[in-house]
């Protein structure tokens, strides 16, 4: 069954560093998300995508966040300069647009670790 | 206020019996969408089940069952026949208006545990 997938699973960086998160998403979806949840919290939106543009962002979604699908397949969450609070669990996420209730799966997370 | 309340922290159940897990939800959006995702402790989202705001029958996916209460805004999970790999942590969340592909708004989870 085809899923989503991110890499790393862990990434471990110095505050003020630049990390990029990379995901595959299922290869037919049209529509990919960024999620992310801090540790014992709830996941949180922080943006969506689709057509090579952003459709959707919240307002955690500043201007050290950009998203990119440099080629067919990768779709990528990159922050600039993080910070220590940027440290959470980050989830992407792809759907279909045909049919009711698309639903949007997830891929197992990347862990990044602010220090 | 919380567009999606889940109301119990964590859950106890015994092993081959049923639960149900608690759901509700604020929106004034005629159009919406309910999930239900579960986490175990490896962390990965996976999907169990989803029921639509103009579904007339609840939801049901294996073990898996919605119900669906529209005047009562509500969507609680009911697991069937728990088992011991039912133990994890289960996010409801809603998509709102009438785009199927907008953003998903979760709940704080609730932590369910399988005692054998």
């Known amino acids: 069954e085809p899923e989503v997938t991110q890499t790393p699973s862990h990434q471990v960086t110095q505050m003020g560093q630049e990390v990029i998160l990379r995901c595959v998403p299922i290869?037919?979806?049209?529509?990919f998300y960024w999620y992310r949840q801090i540790l014992g919290q709830k996941v949180e939106f922080l943006v969506s995508?689709?057509?090579?543009?952003?459709?959707?962002k919240s307002e955690i979604f500043d201007d050290q966040f950009s998203v990119e699908r440099p080629d067919g397949s990768n779709f990528t969450l990159k922050i600039r300069s993080t910070k220590l609070e940027d440290s959470a669990m980050y989830f992407c996420a792809s759907s279909p647009t045909s049919g009711n209730g698309d639903t949007q799966y997830f891929g197992p997370g990347t862990r990044l670790t602010v220090l | 206020a919380q567009k999606i309340t889940q109301t119990q922290p964590g859950m106890f159940v015994q092993e081959k019996e049923a639960v149900t897990l608690d759901c509700t939800y604020d929106?004034?959006?005629?159009?919406?969408?309910l999930f239900w995702y579960k986490q175990p402790s490896s962390g990965e989202m996976i999907f169990l089940i989803y029921q639509g705001s103009y579904d007339q029958q609840n939801a049901t996916e294996g073990r898996y069952s919605l119900n669906f209460q529209k005047a009562r805004k509500s969507a609680n999970l009911v697991i069937s026949a728990s088992q011991l790999g039912d133990s994890a942590m289960y996010f409801c969340?809603?998509?709102?208006?009438?785009?199927?592909?907008?953003?998903?708004?979760f709940g704080q989870g609730t932590t369910l545990q399988v005692k054998p």
């Open positions: 929106t004034s959006d005629p159009s919406y969408g």
């Open positions: 995508f689709y057509n090579n543009e952003i459709s959707e």
């Open positions: 969340a809603m998509r709102e208006g009438e785009s199927n592909t907008g953003k998903l708004i």
């Open positions: 290869s037919n979806h049209l529509y």
